[in-house]
C-alpha cells in the first residue's frame, strides 16, 4: 500500500477516535452521566423579635411642668414610647432623648432629640424609634395644660427580626422652644 493511503487512513481512524471521544465528555450529548447539582444553602432564619418592657409607670405631671424619666436599653433595637394621661383638654407632649439632658439644655435645644410629638390631638401618644442603639435615655413628659395631670407611660424596646434600621433623628419645632421657653425653671406648679 503506498504510503500516503496509509496515511490517510490513519488520520481518519484519528478523526472518528477524537469525536467519539469529544462526544463521550460533553454533558448532555448522550452520556448516561447526569451533573451532580450544586446545593442550595438554607437559608439563615432572622433572630426572634423579642419584645421587652424597659420602663414603665404612672405619676402626676403638672401644668406647665417637664417630667423626666432616664431609663437603660441594653440592645439595638426598636424603641416603642406610649403615654396616655386622663384629661383630653389637657395638652400632652412627649420626647424620646438620647443621654443626658438637663432642663436648661432642653430649653436651649442642646439636647439630642430622637423623637418626638407635640401633637395637640392625639391621645395617647406614641413615639417610634427604630435602630436605636443601645445606651442611656430620657422619656420627657410635658404637660402643656390647662390643668394638672395623672400620666401612664410605657418603653418597649423590640430586638430581633428587621429592627436594626437606621432612623434619623428628629430636630425640635420653633413652636417647641417658644413653648419649653415659658416652663418654669424649678419645675413647679406657677
Known amino acids: 500500500m503506498d504510503r500516503r493511503k496509509l496515511w490517510y487512513r490513519w488520520l481518519?481512524?484519528?478523526r472518528i477516535v477524537s469525536v467519539a471521544a469529544a462526544v463521550s465528555v460533553l454533558?448532555?450529548?448522550g452520556s448516561s452521566t447526569t451533573p451532580t447539582p450544586i446545593p442550595t444553602p438554607a437559608p439563615t432564619p432572622p433572630p426572634p423579635i423579642v419584645e421587652t418592657i424597659v420602663s414603665s409607670g404612672s405619676g402626676t405631671v403638672p401644668n406647665r411642668?417637664?417630667?423626666f424619666i432616664p431609663f437603660t436599653t441594653s440592645a439595638a433595637g426598636r424603641i416603642d414610647v406610649t403615654v396616655d394621661w386622663t384629661f383630653a383638654t389637657n395638652d400632652?407632649?412627649?420626647y424620646l432623648v438620647r443621654g443626658d439632658c438637663t432642663f436648661e439644655q432642653f430649653v436651649a435645644r442642646q439636647c439630642t432629640i430622637v423623637t418626638f410629638s407635640e401633637s395637640t390631638i392625639a391621645k395617647p401618644e406614641r413615639l417610634t424609634a427604630p435602630g436605636a442603639s443601645a445606651g442611656n435615655y430620657l422619656l420627657l413628659i410635658g404637660n402643656a395644660g390647662p390643668a394638672d395631670e395623672s400620666v401612664a407611660f410605657q418603653v418597649v424596646l423590640?430586638?430581633?427580626?428587621a429592627t436594626s434600621?437606621?432612623?434619623?433623628?428628629?430636630?425640635?419645632s420653633g413652636r417647641?422652644?417658644?413653648y419649653w421657653g415659658s416652663i418654669d425653671?424649678?419645675?413647679k406648679a406657677p
Do not use: D, K, W
Open 12 to 14: 481518519a481512524r484519528f
Open 27 to 29: 454533558p448532555g450529548c
Open 65 to 67: 411642668v417637664l417630667a
Open 92 to 94: 400632652v407632649h412627649v
Open 158 to 161: 423590640t430586638t430581633g427580626g
Open 165 to 172: 434600621a437606621l432612623s434619623p433623628s428628629a430636630v425640635l
Open 176 to 178: 417647641g422652644q417658644e
Open 185 to 187: 425653671l424649678n419645675r
